[in-house]
């Protein structure tokens, strides 16, 4: 009766689960409702509004190789450290085992390092990095202020503010964090900024402060160029999230 849909059928399954993968990798669930219960249209609307962008960035073949062979990268490097020995090679297979969520072996990689070049704040700044995602809070924050006191040196991307706005929270300096939350919102406009902070609103249960800041995700969204949209939607909608729920 359908004899389009029946030779297709299982194409638009296979896509289907790849962009069911790439929304859950990436970070984008948001997408998963469409994909999974408006199969066709969802996923022709995923691939398109997604996924070619990843494909003209040159960054889809990454990920996916990462995805499909992840030990990959970091036997690359293992090799290349025991080939040669240097600080360059170390904090690459650091951050190949970082990229894996094996943060044990890239702290201790990288703490080496630094331990050789106390004075480099890009290894002291990177050493901050993992140590938080390891949710090694103080020792974070420590090498954060570290980098910070460094003459001359001064964090300048928006990830490693809110980095140390997030550790200054972990570590009960809620007044310091709040503080660093308001800077990066200010001067980044950081949706993600918003969201944490919203956060940080609520569990003081300033109730209205916190709904205030998680509108304002929906309102900023579109001072940020189109092609970055795409990356911190999430933001916008793990803020509804929070909306619906209080």
Request: with cysteine; net charge positive.
């Amino acid at each position: 009766m359908f004899p389009f849909w029946s030779d297709y059928y299982y194409l638009v399954i296979i896509l289907q689960i790849i962009c069911v993968i790439h929304a859950l990798k990436s970070g984008r669930r948001e997408y998963l409702f469409f994909i999974l219960f408006i199969p066709l249209i969802g996923t022709v609307v995923y691939i398109i509004r997604e996924i070619l962008p990843d494909i003209n960035s040159g960054t889809l073949g990454e990920n996916l190789l990462r995805t499909l062979w992840p030990n990959g990268r970091i036997k690359e490097w293992e090799r290349k450290v025991r080939m040669s020995d240097t600080v360059t090679n170390k904090l690459q297979l650091a951050d190949a085992y970082a990229q894996q969520k094996q943060y044990d072996k890239a702290i201790a990689l990288t703490q080496e390092c630094a331990n050789a070049f106390s004075k480099d704040p890009g290894i002291l700044l990177q050493l901050a990095r993992l140590q938080f995602l390891n949710g090694e809070y103080a020792g974070s924050l420590a090498n954060f202020d570290k980098v910070n006191a460094s003459k001359g040196v001064r964090m300048s991307k928006v990830e490693d503010e809110l980095l140390y706005a997030q550790a200054l929270e972990h570590t009960g300096q809620n007044e310091r964090a709040e503080e660093a939350y308001q800077k990066v919102i200010q001067v980044h406009h950081s949706l993600e900024a918003m969201y944490y902070y919203g956060l940080l609103l609520k569990k003081q249960n300033r109730t209205e402060e916190a709904k205030a800041q998680f509108r304002h995700t929906s309102e900023e969204i579109d001072l940020h160029p189109r092609y970055i949209r795409r990356t911190i939607r999430k933001w916008v909608w793990l803020s509804k999230k929070e909306l619906a729920s209080m």
